[in-house]
């Protein structure tokens, strides 16, 4: 779409939006997949014992896919897996929610957190809660927040995407800076490279994508969404969320970084001319770091985000996860391949063959050997990427979850985010996706209120 | 211009042209400057941007991403092609082989079937035809975006989703196809012709067989020509319907691609812009045939 | 075949309805002709505009978490008015009327001025300038839009370097240089498939005439706007028609240019983005289908204005 909904492919994301163009419009988002899981597939709490063969339906846009449903089907005889390659973003769901209008959803489809409130408050998608045993808890436990509503889980998480600072070690070398670990440090050493070098910015706004800023601000403490008995709650424009905002803004007006649609050929030329110093981009950036940048061989290297008051903290920028149809033929069985996907070590090697994704899956220690599949050596000092976000990933909110309507709501938020830079204000994105949500949600029916 | 005139050139010397009189000197000099100029001034502005269009299809994904497409860095057009060609085995050619199928059945189905109604709209009167001639506009006036998902739920509702059946059926309608025979049908076939024939005793299929149809020759080529390119290039109705790759166009194939670029694989990025650029040569091609369905002066010759 | 003379003197010349076959039989043969294209178009179009007429009724209602699910709600009109209740859905018929008051007159007479000058015999290689201006609308829309982004992205594009020389400074944030940047693009893409509807239709008219006309001494020029000219009214008008349609239904060029401009421009930019917003990312078919019918009837209004007047003009010249 137009506007990327979260992660947008980055610099590739021009391509997307040219997708679009055939009629529709593309699905620029991102938010790889991955895996996770250490957890044998017996062990799983979720197990068909019959005999009789199910047929499941499995729909995912996520690398190498068709490729781990062989491998399941190779070591599962009493289930058979048909897979369907989709898209991500808005088409990919429009699909999904064509065919569950037609009766015919797939029994289990890959799903990106933000959206999973929507399905869920469609009433579509089976709880999973009892097939969550204890082993797979501890597991999937940094990213199971992202899937729990209600105080049910509805869906299987796959990669937790933490936000990251990948920087220019090189460049940072040649101005005498330091990687900064908080945003007062982020603040000022941005003010010092522009007297160094008034072309080159520290940082960059991407005004094309809202998921940013949520991040950011889930780093900060904030909490957007939240469901209060059978209530939903929402508060984008809360203390820590604005505090973000105001910084950053106060960024963008002394032209200390750069606002930049990510979709546009101005964001990839930023960072191959070195323009840009530093993106604030979760694990997966870094494939794209590493096969969009090929010059920067040996530069680029990834520090935990900056964070405020010294405590790490951090939030989480995309990722997905393994929803169920409620009206699957088989509960059992499809609970028992959705977990499988995360948590087979089998699964994980599979999916990260061919080393092309730096998605981080959600459970660290079955990923181990698989993570060792993607190259690192193109990055500076050979870093691995995978200990940094593992670490990052432990720093993540444990509360924050999305709500229904997040499409809307960022399309609203589109506009005011693209003028920042040209006279918009950040906090206009906030207090217009305030408004937005709240409107959308009772549109629908649902109860929803502020706070 | 009068009939008289029309008259007076058809029967005087039907498809042989006279010496003609051409006038001479400095002032067709100059217009034939002019004319060729502007031609020439159209060609450039059409093709600069094509001119990117190549390069861009052979630039390396780094080459695209870096912003600097218009230069001869960063060339890929080998590591495109071998993605093209090795990527789930070769899956390209069998949805480039799929759309040659969908597109070149839906073009000559519709032409045909175009070709038929717009005669009949323009040869034919009957009450309520305006009314009928109406309703097809409705086609053309209700977004696409509203009928996708009706579209998809019926042919559902039918068995007939994941089937060729659902990308082949709806490639067979044409409401603009319609309105262009109806236009073609009035300058193309004059009424008289078919009265001549009538008195000839011929019935009204026969005429349109052997009579109209021929005569509708450049109606058909230029109908068949847009609705092989409007299957060749739409890709939302099969995504929407299909779920076996195998049966999916070269279209769809591609946007999946392309969306897996932003997702998991920016290195197929080479690739996509490459194999975009190959799907246009069938429709090239095409041109260049139908081309001489445009030849001038075919009424005329057809009646002798 | 042969022609009798005598049919061919019969002053019948012309698409004149009034006289063409009436009567029994006749109405068999035009029932025959036209009976696949309407079954598919009933099946295919009609049918499906009558469902999303139907949905454009209802709305799915869910309550408190919405875990429950949702059920469908007979609302009425509702959906329409919530459309036109939007002032973004309106505001995007504004939108798309500035921007088709620059494009339609524009591509029109370079479709028609250039189908006249192929047909010109002054003109050289005109079949291949045919082709090559063909050629942008056959190319693949993922492309497309990355060469107008990189074209139109400025210290990327020689095209803007090149104007700033020149003293200008493009930008799209501005309605002044967004809607002919619009219009570019899609003059770009469509010009040359108008031509070939323009060219071909000219092509019927009989090279006898032409010839007839420089036996009388006509130049080049008068041959073009006298007898070529009226002879591809119907054609040109119907392609105005079609084109104007496309207007009201603008979808691809804002959607491109959005990610250079996406304050300036947004999601929502023009009636079918509304729709296919609402549609495609927020799962709301009713609110869509209601937008998109009012949208057709809209377009229909206009197109009936547009066939009258025309053909007003067309009986006082």
Redesign the interface.
Same mark, same amino acid.
């Given at each position: 779409m137009s506007h990327p909904r979260k992660r947008v492919g980055r610099k590739t994301a021009a391509v997307c939006i040219a997708a679009a163009t055939l009629l529709a419009t593309a699905a620029c988002s991102s938010s790889g997949a991955s895996t996770g899981g250490d957890a044998a597939p017996a062990a799983a709490a979720a197990t068909y014992t019959g005999s009789a063969v199910v047929n499941l339906s499995y729909w995912s846009w996520t690398l190498n896919s068709q490729a781990v449903v062989d491998a399941f089907n190779a070591t599962h005889p009493n289930i058979h897996v048909t897979y369907t390659h989709t898209v991500n973003g808005p088409n990919g769901y429009s699909k999904l929610f064509d065919a569950f209008k037609a009766g015919d959803g797939p029994d289990v489809f890959n799903c990106e957190y933000d959206m999973l409130p929507e399905f869920v408050s469609q009433g579509l998608t089976a709880n999973l809660t009892s097939y969550i045993d204890a082993k797979t808890q501890s597991a999937l436990g940094s990213a199971l927040p992202l899937t729990t509503l209600g105080g049910s889980t509805w869906a299987v998480p796959i990669d937790i995407e933490p936000a990251e600072l990948w920087y220019r070690a090189d460049l940072f070398k040649k101005y005498d800076l330091a990687v900064p670990t908080t945003w007062a440090q982020f603040q000022s050493e941005a003010r010092q490279l522009a007297t160094v070098d008034p072309g080159a910015k520290l940082g960059a706004i991407p005004i094309d994508d809202p998921l940013w800023l949520a991040a950011l601000s889930e780093q900060a403490g904030a909490q957007w969404y939240s469901t209060s008995g059978d209530s939903w709650k929402v508060n984008l424009t809360d203390a820590a969320s604005e505090k973000v905002a105001s910084y950053w803004q106060s960024l963008a007006d002394k032209k200390l970084v750069l606002t930049v649609t990510s979709s546009s050929p101005s964001y990839g030329q930023a960072y191959s001319n070195g323009t840009v110093l530093t993106q604030i981009e979760p694990p997966y950036e870094g494939a794209y770091i590493k096969s969009g940048y090929p010059n920067e061989a040996g530069d680029w290297a990834v520090a935990p985000l900056p964070n405020w008051s010294g405590a790490a903290t951090d939030g989480s920028e995309g990722g997905s996860s393994s929803v169920v149809d409620k009206n699957t033929k088989n509960l059992a069985a499809a609970a028992e391949f959705a977990e499988w996907l995360s948590t087979s070590p089998q699964a994980l090697t599979t999916r990260m063959q061919g080393g092309k994704s730096t998605s981080l899956p959600v459970d660290a220690s079955a990923a181990k050997a698989p993570e060792t599949a993607f190259d690192t050596s193109y990055f500076y000092q050979h870093q691995n990427v995978f200990d940094l976000a593992n670490a990052a990933a432990g720093t993540v909110s444990k509360s924050w979850i999305w709500g229904p309507e997040v499409p809307g709501v960022d399309t609203a938020m589109a506009t005011p985010l693209g003028k920042v830079g040209s006279g918009g204000q950040l906090s206009a994105m906030l207090s217009t996706g305030q408004g937005a949500a709240l409107r959308l949600m009772k549109n629908a029916g649902l109860s929803a209120s502020a706070g | 211009m009068s009939t008289e005139t029309l008259e007076r050139a058809r029967t005087s010397a039907p498809g042989k042209p006279r010496a003609t009189g051409r006038p001479r000197g400095t002032s067709r000099l100059t217009s034939k400057a002019t004319v060729n100029a502007v031609l020439l001034f159209g060609v450039l502005y059409t093709m600069l941007p094509m001119a990117f269009v190549v390069l861009a299809s052979l630039k390396s994904p780094a080459g695209l991403i870096s912003g600097d497409v218009f230069s001869l860095h960063d060339l890929g057009p080998t590591s495109n092609f071998s993605g093209l060609v090795h990527t789930d085995g070769g899956i390209f050619f069998r949805w480039y082989l799929n759309s040659i199928l969908y597109a070149g059945v839906g073009a000559i189905v519709t032409g045909l079937v175009c070709v038929a109604a717009g005669y009949a709209f323009d040869k034919y009167s009957f009450r309520g035809k305006e009314r009928l001639y109406a309703l097809v506009l409705l086609g053309v006036l209700v977004p696409g975006t509203a009928t996708t998902l009706p579209l998809y739920l019926l042919a559902n509702k039918a068995h007939l989703d994941n089937t060729i059946w659902a990308v082949l059926i709806p490639s067979f309608v044409s409401p603009f196809g319609v309105f262009l025979a109806r236009v073609f049908s009035q300058s193309y076939v004059p009424n008289e012709i078919l009265e001549a024939a009538r008195i000839d005793g011929a019935g009204d299929l026969g005429v349109f067989r052997s009579i109209a149809l021929p005569l509708l020759g450049p109606g058909f080529a230029t109908i068949a020509l847009f609705q092989f390119s409007a299957i060749w290039n739409g890709f939302y109705l099969p995504y929407v319907m299909l779920n076996n790759q195998k049966l999916y166009p070269v279209s769809l194939g591609l946007y999946i691609w392309s969306s897996q670029i932003s997702t998991d694989d920016p290195t197929m990025l080479g690739q996509v812009m490459t194999g975009s650029a190959l799907t246009i040569i069938p429709i090239i091609v095409l041109f260049i045939c139908l081309q001489r369905y445009w030849r001038s002066g075919l009424t005329a010759g057809a009646l002798k | 075949?042969a /022609? *009798?003379?005598? =049919?061919?003197?019969?002053? *019948?010349?012309?698409?004149?309805?009034? %006289?063409? &076959? %009436?009567g029994r039989? +006749?109405?068999?043969?035009?029932a025959?002709?036209?009976s696949?294209?309407?079954l598919?178009?009933t099946?295919?179009?009609?049918?499906?505009?009558g469902?999303?007429v139907y !949905?454009s009724l209802y709305r799915?209602? %869910? @309550?408190?978490?919405?875990?429950?699910?949702?059920s469908n709600v007979f609302v009425g009109l509702g959906n329409y008015g919530?459309a036109l209740g939007d002032s973004v859905y309106r505001l995007g018929f504004l939108h798309v009327v500035e921007y088709g008051v620059i494009y339609v007159p524009t591509m029109l007479a370079?479709a028609i001025?250039?189908a006249l !000058?192929?047909? *010109?015999s002054?003109? %050289?290689a @005109?079949?291949l300038?045919? !082709?090559?201006?063909?050629?942008?609308?056959?190319?693949?829309? /993922?492309?497309?839009?990355?060469?107008?982004?990189?074209?139109y992205?400025? +210290?990327?594009?020689?095209v803007i370097s090149l104007l700033t020389h020149v003293g200008a400074t493009p930008n799209l944030?501005q309605t002044g240089w967004l809607l002919p940047a619009m219009a570019n693009v899609a003059i770009?893409q469509y010009?040359?498939?108008n031509i070939?509807?323009c060219?071909?239709?000219l092509?019927?008219? &009989?090279?006898?005439?032409i010839?007839?006309s420089?036996?009388d001494?006509a *130049?080049? $020029?008068r041959t073009a706007l006298?007898?070529k000219l009226?002879?591809i009214g119907?054609?040109a008008t $119907?392609a105005g028609l079609?084109t104007m349609?496309g207007v009201l239904?603008l979808?691809?060029e &804002?959607?491109?240019l959005? @990610? /250079?401009?996406?304050?300036?421009?947004?999601?929502?930019w023009s009636p079918?983005?509304y729709?296919?917003?609402a549609?495609?990312?927020?799962?709301?078919?009713a609110t869509?289908?209601a937008g998109? /019918?009012l $949208? =057709?009837l809209i377009?229909?209004a206009l197109?009936f204005v547009v066939i009258r007047v025309t053909r007003r003009w067309r009986e006082i010249s």
């Open positions: - | - | 075949m /022609i *009798s003379s005598a =049919a061919v003197r019969r002053p *019948s010349l012309g698409a004149d309805a009034g %006289r063409a &076959p %009436r039989g +006749h109405g068999r043969a035009a025959i002709l036209m696949p294209f309407f598919l178009f099946a295919v179009t009609l049918a499906p505009i469902y999303a !949905l799915t209602e %869910r @309550s408190g978490l919405g875990f429950g699910g949702a919530r370079a001025a250039g !000058l192929l047909d *010109s002054l003109a %050289r @005109s079949r300038c045919q !082709l090559l201006y063909f050629m942008p609308s056959q190319v693949p829309g /993922i492309l497309a839009a990355l060469i107008w982004l990189y074209l992205t400025p +210290h990327v594009s020689p944030g770009w010009t040359g498939y070939v509807i060219y071909a239709a092509k019927a008219v &009989p090279r006898e005439l010839e007839a420089r036996v001494g *130049s080049e $020029l006298s007898i009226p002879l119907p054609a $119907l079609m349609v239904q979808f691809t &804002p959607l491109v959005n @990610s /250079i401009a996406p304050g300036s421009i947004g999601a929502q079918n983005l729709i296919f917003n549609a495609f990312t927020n799962d709301d078919f869509a289908a998109s /019918i $949208l =057709a377009s229909g197109s």
